[in-house]
C-alpha cells in the first residue's frame, strides 16, 4: 500500500465521458444515465482499501440520506483484480450488497476511466454541478484509520448540499488520502506518483 493522494484535478473541469458496467445489475453506467440531475457524484474506492472500509459505512448512509435528491452518485473500482482479487467485480458486488449501496457500483477494467478523472487513490471524490463542471474534489471528511476523528463525510456532503442549493462550493479543499489505484504493470498515468 503507497499512501497517496488526491491529484486535486482543477475546479471547473468538464466531467468526463464514461461507460462502465454496474457489478450488481450489470447494465451499463454512463453520465447520461444521470442526465438532468443537479449535481453528480463520482467515487472512486475498492473493497480491500482500509481507508474505504473505515468510511464504507458512513458512505452507503450517504447514499441512502440523498436518495430522494436530484443528485446522481456513481462510485467505481480501477483497481487490478488479477494483483488484487478482493477488488474483482463478483467481490465489488458483494461488497455493494453487504454495505446496502443504493446507487450504482462500477468496474473500470481498462482504468481509462481513472485516468480520465485522474483518480489516485481509495477512496477519491468528486463533485460536479448541472453542468457537470467539477466543483469540488478531495477528501470525504477529516477522519483517517487511527485518528480518532468521526467519519461523517462533512466535507463531501458540504458541496453535494451547495449543488443542490445551486450555491458556491467552498474552493478550500482538501486532497483525499488512500491507497494507490492499483494500476495495471504499465499502465500507470503520467500523473501517478508525481
Not at 491529484?7 to 454512463?30: C, H, R, W, Y
Not at 444515465?33 to 482499501?49: D, E, S
Not at 480501477?78 to 467485480?89: G, K, L, R
Request: charged share 25%.
Amino acid at each position: 500500500m503507497a499512501l497517496t493522494a488526491s491529484t486535486m484535478l482543477p475546479l471547473g473541469n468538464k466531467a468526463p465521458e464514461f461507460q462502465l458496467p454496474d457489478v450488481v445489475s450489470g447494465e451499463t453506467i454512463s453520465l447520461d444515465t444521470f442526465a438532468g440531475k443537479q449535481g453528480l457524484v463520482v467515487i472512486f474506492l475498492c473493497r480491500h482499501c482500509p481507508f474505504v472500509k473505515h468510511v464504507q459505512g458512513e458512505l452507503a448512509k450517504l447514499g441512502r440520506d440523498y436518495q430522494d435528491a436530484d443528485l446522481g452518485i456513481v462510485a467505481i473500482s480501477a483497481n487490478d483484480a488479477t494483483t488484487h482479487p478482493d477488488d474483482a467485480p463478483e467481490k465489488l458486488k458483494e461488497m455493494a450488497q453487504e454495505l446496502g449501496l443504493t446507487f450504482p457500483l462500477c468496474y473500470d477494467e481498462s482504468q481509462e476511466t481513472a485516468k480520465a478523472y485522474t483518480a489516485a487513490c481509495t477512496p477519491d471524490f468528486f463533485v460536479f454541478d448541472r453542468d457537470r463542471k467539477l466543483v469540488y474534489r478531495g477528501q470525504f471528511d477529516d477522519s483517517r484509520p487511527g485518528n480518532d476523528q468521526p467519519v461523517t463525510g462533512k466535507d463531501l456532503r458540504s458541496a453535494i448540499d451547495a449543488v443542490l442549493a445551486q450555491s458556491p462550493v467552498s474552493e478550500e479543499q482538501k486532497p483525499s488520502i488512500g491507497c494507490n489505484i492499483k494500476w495495471k504493470p504499465g499502465n500507470e498515468p503520467a500523473y501517478y506518483g508525481a
